[in-house]
């Protein structure tokens, strides 16, 4: 810790407020919410401070090749996002709770929001949320009232995003139900009769959790025959090159934004993107940046839409979302700019195409798939002994696919893995 005050400076503070230590700062306090000295260590010096963190970054894994993604990919990042996005009118602009002082940040803001609506084919999107399974939730939110206050979700959407879902569902006293798949892709006919007048929304997956590409535009009939919205959680690099939510039917698209040159970070910080239809934009979490023009015909940047959950709505609120990631939306809106239409689909087209050859080579050893339907970046093959497979893969330096459970495993390819990549990996696994 940095304590940025001097010891003259704080008791030039003390003397100011007639006080002769810190101490007499909390003695209002009850002596049962005070803690004597903290076990902390003595403190250190620059150098000192570089060689701890040094010793602790030794301590990580680091994989020279990565075939596991599960919701967080390993993507290409052009030289050109960080050093863009890392720029300091930009950095010290980033004010994610006052947007309303950052002409700078508003126009990235809206840049952001621009490209994921083209993207998505939808009309409009916020300036993000936190992250894709918190703006799947957030959507969910905007679809449900007094009436309906349901949402159903395939065993085929990533787990993380339905467990989120489940807790906003659990804490507004709605429903949220899940659906078996039926060989990995939704069961339209099982989700037909589980809609009822009570379900607000229908959450699908494209590509889904296994890698499959539904039939999203038949999933949009059977929902919008039953009166539902239907949202789709969008994999953005996907949407390059298959039909977007927006031409599928969506009323809302939803997705993790992190494929678009946010690194893994072991995590986060990732970026939620949310997209939806002018009839769902009054309903939209947080804020949505507009262009117009200033009293001399300049192009100007507005907040166009502000909900300010918490301190307008306050009791009545349908959501607690009032911020956004700017410094990630930010970069996202970098890198789609770096690649352009036809870079992204490049990206696309090369995923597909990794992603099948490492099927191909996987099933010529025995690892053959579990599901025959078309995919796009993961698969899953019927892997005895996964654990232990993966186990001896990492000790090659070679990040495998997820195990599912001791038998199966998700596999995933981007256009970081190269042909020999997957050559060597198995190699590995022959011997």
Known sequence: MYLPNTDLQVKEMLEALGLKNLDDLYAGLPEGLKIGKLDLPPSMGEQGIMNTFSDLAG???VYRTIFRGAGAYNHYIPAVVPEMANKERFKTGYTPYQPEVSQGILQAIFEFQSMISGLMGMSAANASIYDGASSTAEAFTMCRDNKRNKVILPTNVNPLVRQTVATYAWAADAVSAEIPHKDGLVDVDALAASIDEKTAAV?????????????????????????????????PIAAAIVKSPGECGADIAVGEGQPLGIPLSFGGPYLGFLACTDKMLRRIPGRVAGETVDDQGRRAFVLTLQAREQHIRRETATSNICSNQALCALTAACYLAAMGPVGLAEVAEQTYSKAHYLQEKLASIGHVP?????????FVTKTPNAHEVVKKLAENGILGGLPLDDDHILW?????????DVDDMISVLRS
Request: proline share 2%.
């Open 59 to 61: 301590k990580n894994k």
């Open 203 to 235: 959450v699908v997956q494209q590509p889904n959790y296994f890698g499959l590409l539904e039939d999203v535009e038949a999933i949009a009939e059977v929902v919008k025959a039953k009166k539902a919205k239907l949202i789709v959680y969008s994999y």
């Open 370 to 378: 579990l599901y025959t339907g078309e995919f796009f970046h993961e």
């Open 412 to 420: 995933c390819a981007t256009e970081q893995n190269s042909v020999r």
